[in-house]
């Protein structure tokens, strides 16, 4: 994937609390870092948009909608 070269200022107690990880070897260096930091977040911020989402849903009306027509097709279905 190609990549691209961007400036971010960070505080100090934030740098070194990266260049900890990267001494640790847990990133090989700090790109790496920020990337999976800024990867993560964004997949938080979108787990928290769907359950947003799902929130607005009617639970009733939904559960209506899953167990429509399953009294024909129930009966069809093999035991297990």
Same mark, same amino acid.
């Given at each position: 994937m190609p990549t691209a070269r961007i400036a !971010?200022? !960070?505080d100090r107690e934030l740098l070194a609390r990266l260049d900890r990880l990267v001494r640790e070897r847990r990133f090989a260096n700090r790109s790496q870092a920020v990337q999976a930091a800024i990867r993560d977040q964004l997949e938080r911020l979108d787990q928290n948009r769907l359950a947003r989402e799902c929130a607005k849903l009617d639970r009733v009306a939904e559960q209506q &909608?899953?167990?429509? $027509? &399953? $009294?024909v097709d129930a009966a069809q279905w093999p035991e297990y």
């Open positions: !971010v200022t !960070v &909608l899953a167990d429509e $027509g &399953l $009294g």
